[in-house]
């Protein structure tokens, strides 16, 4: 089973009591100039205001999740778009995608003086390429079932540059 990131639902409560208490001492200090008006008053509204604000700090440190590698991944499109480095430099804006099984779409523009392409492979295996342009866009259309793939440019030495991803389909 994959792992999901933590709820954020204890970070909101801790965020909004921080956020209610700052109102209150606003309101009270605006109203009462002499507001906290006893010593112990003012170590009372300084000790609460450090618990709130280490146990909205502790929230968000607690329930902070980033995805990591084999983690679920929503994937919500069966397209991914890609953009060749603008430069010249053999390479694509992403390094990895997601997407739905089924047919998948994947575009790639290329403004770049360098021809470029888009391969999708399983293993050693091919299963699709775009076809080879400059200065436009194309799009390779292939079906594919959950797993993981490779994306690349067939161009000579692109690929070994660098230009290539991972497809995760889910």
């Not at 994959?2 to 965020?15: N, T």
């Not at 902070?64 to 060749?84: C, K, M, P, Y």
């Amino acid at each position: 089973m994959l792992a999901a990131a933590p709820s954020k639902v204890p970070f909101y409560i801790a965020g909004g009591l921080l956020a209610a208490w700052a109102v209150v001492l606003a309101i009270n200090g605006i109203r009462r100039p002499d507001f906290p008006s006893s010593p112990g008053g003012r170590r009372g509204v300084i000790g609460l205001s450090f618990l709130l604000v280490l146990g909205a700090t502790s929230m968000a440190i607690v329930t902070a999740g980033e995805e990591h590698e084999g983690e679920a991944a929503a994937a919500t499109s069966s397209e991914l778009d890609l953009t060749a480095d603008p430069s010249g430099v053999a390479a694509y804006d992403k390094k990895s995608g997601t997407v739905k099984a089924g047919a998948v779409t994947i575009k790639l523009t290329n403004e770049s003086p360098l021809d470029h392409n888009v391969a999708v492979a399983q293993g050693s295996r091919e299963l699709g390429h775009s076809d080879t342009i400059k200065g436009s866009d194309t799009e390779l259309k292939v079906d594919l079932q959950p797993g993981e793939y490779a994306f690349y440019c067939t161009v000579d030495g692109h690929r070994a540059a660098g230009m290539q991803g991972t497809l995760t389909v889910r």
